[in-house]
């Protein structure tokens, strides 16, 4: 199970774009997908561990989240972002 990481392409952000936002101060937390997520970062830098590994990602960054995942969310700048489940 590993977090996927690419810079979005012109499709991503048009589709996610119409996503919903969410947004976060700098901050350390655990948390854990009961479904996969996908992600267009528009702010922040944030590094995600988990079990087998880490994740390092940013603004303009498109980041998947596998389902039944569990990690540690370090955000190390403010976070603006819209996402999809499922």
């Known amino acids: ?9 012109e ?4 589709r996610m774009l119409t996503r ?7 901050s350390e937390f655990s ?3 009961g479904d996969g ?3 267009l970062l528009l702010e922040g830098e944030v590094i ?13 960054d498109y980041v998947e989240f596998p389902k039944g995942m569990s990690c540690i969310w ?3 700048k403010p976070v ?3 996402y999809e489940f499922g």
């Open 80 to 82: 603006n972002k819209h």
């Open 11 to 14: 499709d991503d952000k048009a």
């Open 48 to 60: 995600v561990t988990y079990d087998g590994g880490s994740a390092s990602f940013g603004a303009g």
């Open 1 to 9: 199970m590993d977090i996927l990481v690419r810079k979005a392409t």
């Open 31 to 33: 948390w854990h997908y």
């Open 37 to 39: 997520e996908k992600a």
């Open 74 to 76: 370090k955000v190390l």
């Open 20 to 26: 919903p936002t969410w947004s976060c101060e700098a």
